[in-house]
């Protein structure tokens, strides 16, 4: 899982003053991607993916059946984005967890944890959030049971007991 790449946003240096050029930006997350995922993996993308139709072609360098959770700023027409990505879907609850681009209201997690982009670098203060935006785990796409374990270990951690469930 992974979220807010940014592809095809013309300011993004602004918040990711660390590459130089916006191609530098999109073929660090490319290789790091590529790194992680094979082509038989199923990567759900966390919203803000691909700004552009021309950035569109950079989702397709990317290794894996690609589920998008549709973003804020994921525009273009659905048909474009199937054109690249194998599902195109709002959120969903999947296991345990909802899977989300914006963080789900607290009052409706009905027990599950949630995955979720939009925040970037910051961080929900509560032990049921993982936060999968590009910024906070590394720019490489995570597994979801290694998320899903450090939701649990977050949890028993906060509550002080072991074997969450």
Known sequence: MLGDPHFGHKGILRFRPQFSSREKHDAFIVNMWNAVVTKNDTVFC?????FTMESLKIVRE???RKILVRGNHDKLDTQAYLSVFKQVIGTIKYKEVWI????????ELRGRFNIHGHVHAETIPDARYFNACVDSIGFAPMLYLDILEKLRNQVSEFWGVDNVK
């Open 100 to 107: 989300s681009h914006f963080p789900i209201h607290p009052q």
């Open 62 to 64: 990317l290794n894996g």
């Open 46 to 50: 966390l919203g803000d993916f691909a």
